[in-house]
Nanobody, 116 residues
């Protein structure tokens, strides 16, 4: 089992920044994917960004150039730096951990609201 604890969400004005953190604990495997998904009201959950254990990254087109995902393997932590936030970024953000063939885990979610 893997437990994921997210932090860093909140209310921010358009154009502002937030940094999300997610700490993984439990049965951590060296080969894994960590990432962030989001779900806005009335919409399906969507991938925001993902990073593998070798620090290769992928991003949704809607956040490229504004968001940066990174990880600290020693701390089993993944970060999402979000800059130039827009109202359409408002959603619940979920941390995700995947150990291929072994498990797929989710955090409890953290609310990000972008509003003036």
């Amino acid at each position: 089992q893997v437990q994921l604890v997210e932090s860093g969400g909140g209310l921010v004005q358009p154009g502002g920044s937030l940094r999300l953190s997610c700490v993984a604990s439990g049965s951590i495997f060296s080969i894994n994917l960590m990432g962030w998904f989001r779900q806005a009201p009335g919409k399906e959950r969507e991938l925001v960004a993902r990073i593998n254990d070798g620090s290769s990254t992928i991003y949704a087109d809607s956040v490229k150039g504004r968001f940066t995902i990174s990880r600290d393997n020693a701390k089993n932590t993944v970060y999402l730096q979000m800059n130039s936030l827009k109202p359409e970024d408002t959603a619940v953000y979920y941390c995700n951990y995947v150990a291929p063939g072994l498990g797929n885990y989710w955090g409890q979610g953290t609310q990000v609201t972008v509003s003036s």
